[in-house]
């Protein structure tokens, strides 16, 4: 089918006009694109192109576009009254309600209207493109466009071929994509498509130790920006998304992967979400907030003022030993170098996705006086210990109070494989690997879809290789191995690289 992306009278339908069908037809008409909007409930579309107006006005006084480009943008924008006023398109773009018999009626109606060669485009974040397209009499021109909220702010556009997408029609949308000053990804359908699975990972991780009793909301969302560098911790992002938003696609992803356990969502959130505690859109979620609707967090308590007197530091794992131990000189502890603890030294270990309870047992510690310290992550801005059960606390708080002692905040978690930002960055990494194996989209890809849709500080690919992933394979081993839980088992494809020693983006000829 001979297509022209890059025709300069190139016509874009939006039919629905939401937050996010007007962000479409904004970036569209600032493109150079003409745009046909439509919404069932009348005056809706009337009021979105004012609404765009106003966005492109404002813009124009920031100085990000000039007011003679705002005057021909809207120019291009044309209000109809329904979907039958479509013909002239040559690309279609729905964006209404998320729900499947009401987008294949639309779009059964819509075959009936445009050109043979029009475009059919969904923006759907949740229901198979493959599906919507089923009923079609030309399935082949149809594909998912799915943008971010807010469109004219996130940068990314997932191009989505379903199982009878042509090639042509995938390739125009990325041209289109970029057209739109978007970045597009190209990926196949599946569940969540791309971001949304990899989503899952930082917020149900998050959760479950949530609701293992490992650490609490605050603690968790402080260790995930300090100490993984994430701009935001995963229940402060749910807090602002909404749980009736974050749950019901959980659940989804889930059950259209036929109960694939790394997906499974977590009482905490269906508890939440039934009761409507949703977060900041219903005054209380993970968080209380006050009269100006900020989050109250609980503030950290400080560190104890105590102080070991002898420190020894396990030589089981060699870069933790000396990562940890160049630190401890730095504050001026009193380091124990023999081969065993000295019968009161406060022993420290650093174990990668073991908890510090197999540590104790596995190198013949003794647990009461037994500490664990992440060192898989830098420590500059915080840094996570834990004890074991029966870790006694005059040693637990010497700890605390030593690696608190030049000022860096420590957060104190119970027992746990892989600590708090182990666990969770492990599980990105593996739902990212198994993307990638499934084939549903390139590696590259996936990380720029990750940090320009989620605002990750690196992808799954690049967490892997900055972290290793022999490393992030044996937090997922380890977890794997002590919960007996199959939704921490490694995906093949971070195995296989792991044990070669190459990077998470190296692909097979």
Not at 61 to 88: C, H, N, T, W, Y
Not at 190 to 213: D, I, K, M, S
Request: proline share 7%.
């Amino acid at each position: 089918m001979k297509f022209d992306a890059n025709r300069p009278d190139l016509t874009i339908g939006v039919i629905g006009t939401g937050a996010m069908g007007r962000g479409i037809v904004q970036v569209a008409a600032a493109g150079g694109m003409n745009v046909l909007m439509t919404d069932s409930r009348p005056g809706a579309a009337q009021e979105a192109r004012d609404f765009v107006e106003k966005m492109l006005t404002r813009a124009a006084e920031k100085g990000g576009m000039s007011r003679e480009d705002v005057v021909s943008a809207m120019l291009r924008i044309g209000v109809v009254s329904s979907p039958a006023e479509m013909k002239p398109c040559h690309v279609v773009i729905e964006a209404i309600v998320e729900n499947l018999e009401a987008k294949q009626q639309l779009f059964a109606e819509l075959e009936n209207v445009v050109s043979p060669d029009c475009i059919l485009a969904t923006n759907t974040s949740s229901l198979s493109v493959t599906t919507i397209g089923a009923k079609l009499k030309t399935p082949q021109r149809f594909a998912g466009l799915h943008f971010f909220n807010p469109v004219p702010l996130m940068k990314l556009v997932e191009v989505i071929d379903g199982l009878r997408t042509e090639n042509w029609v995938s390739e125009a949308l990325m041209v289109i994509g970029r057209r739109l000053t978007r970045e597009p990804v190209r990926l196949t359908d599946a569940p969540g498509f791309l971001v949304n699975q990899v989503g899952r990972g930082f917020t149900l991780e998050a959760a479950h130790l949530a609701y293992e009793g490992v650490s609490g909301f605050a603690d968790v969302d402080r260790v995930m920006r300090d100490v993984g560098g994430f701009r935001m911790g995963p229940f402060e992002l749910m807090e602002l998304t909404g749980l009736d938003v974050t749950h019901p696609a959980s659940e989804l992803i889930y059950n259209q992967f036929f109960q694939e356990p790394r997906y499974r969502p977590n009482l905490i959130m269906r508890a939440r979400y039934e009761a409507g505690v949703l977060g900041r859109k219903s005054g209380k979620g993970f968080y209380d907030y006050d009269a100006e609707m900020k989050a109250i967090a609980p503030p950290e308590p400080a560190p104890p003022a105590a102080y070991p007197g002898h420190v020894w530091v396990s030589p089981a794992e060699h870069h933790g030993h000396a990562v940890l131990t160049e630190l401890l000189k730095k504050m001026g502890a009193s380091i124990e170098t023999g081969p065993k603890p000295g019968a009161n030294a406060l022993i420290l270990v650093t174990p990668i996705g073991d908890d510090a309870t197999s540590c104790a047992v596995e190198q013949e510690l003794d647990p009461k006086r037994t500490v664990a310290v992440d060192t898989l992550f830098p420590m500059a801005k915080r840094r996570t210990i834990m004890g074991t059960p029966v870790t006694d606390h005059v040693y637990r708080n010497a700890a605390h109070g030593l690696l608190a002692s030049d000022g860096v905040p420590v957060t104190v978690c119970r027992d746990s494989p892989g600590f708090i930002a182990q666990r969770i960055v492990a599980m990105i990494v593996n739902i990212g690997c198994s993307i990638a194996q499934s084939r549903t989209a390139q590696p590259s890809d996936i990380d720029k879809a990750v940090t320009l849709g989620l605002n990750y500080p690196n992808g799954p690919f690049k967490f892997g290789d900055v972290l290793g992933a022999e490393r992030i394979h044996r937090v997922l081993s380890s977890m794997y191995r002590i919960y007996g839980d199959p939704r921490y088992r490694p995906n093949i494809w971070l195995t296989r690289r792991a044990r070669l020693g190459v990077s998470l983006l190296t692909q097979e000829p």
